[in-house]
């Protein structure tokens, strides 16, 4: 490293050091400790997703999977496969503007958990199909995002209601998991 870039570099990171130095002891005289971050919402989603879904299996008699464990038997695994995202046609279909379809169960341990959390799988199918096809969309229709998100305003409002219902029940999930024994009320 050149010299000028070496004192450039050394001044800058003297000055970082003294304002996180600065920072501690403002907080320190507050009395407010830097906050910790906040979890993600996906993350709380998923993680209360996991919790219902395992204490579904669980009620069922059955394991779920786990990175790491050694496989089930083919029969054991289809017997969870099949707890897990229901058996049968699919009753739930979205057809994209790409002309993929989209299919979902209603029964199994995930719808039920995506009921739980969502307040209503099947407008949480639609919608959450919509808005994670935007862009998909917009390269078909060769549109820009902007304007396909305009044209799914409707979709995208119910989207965000129906993430915001299930921040609010995967909060309470966590906090109060459900039981693996019973079934859930």
Not at 5 to 16: F, K
Not at 32 to 45: H, K, L, Q, T, Y
Not at 159 to 178: K, Q, S
């Amino acid at each position: 490293m050149r010299p000028r870039a070496r004192a450039v570099v050394g001044a800058l990171s003297g000055a970082l050091s003294a304002l996180s130095l600065i920072g501690l002891l403002l907080a320190g005289l507050t009395g407010c400790a830097p906050s910790s971050p906040r979890p993600d919402p996906d993350e709380i989603i998923k993680a209360a997703t996991h919790l219902l879904t395992d204490a579904c299996l669980a009620r069922q008699g059955l394991v779920p999977p786990r990175p790491g464990q050694s496989p089930q038997p083919a029969d054991r695994q289809q017997r969870v496969t099949d707890a897990l995202f229901g058996t049968g046609p699919a009753e739930l279909s979205a057809t994209l503007p790409t002309g993929y379809v989209v299919r979902a169960h209603t029964t199994g341990c995930l719808a039920e958990a995506q009921q739980r959390l969502y307040g209503d799988q099947r407008r949480w199918f639609r919608a959450s199909v919509v808005v994670n096809n935007l862009g998909p969309e917009a390269d078909h229709v060769h549109s820009s995002l902007s304007e396909v998100r305009a044209r799914h305003r409707a979709e995208i409002d119910d989207w965000e209601r129906l993430r915001a219902h299930a921040l609010a029940e995967a909060t309470t999930v966590l906090d109060n998991p459900p039981s693996k024994g019973a079934s859930r009320p």
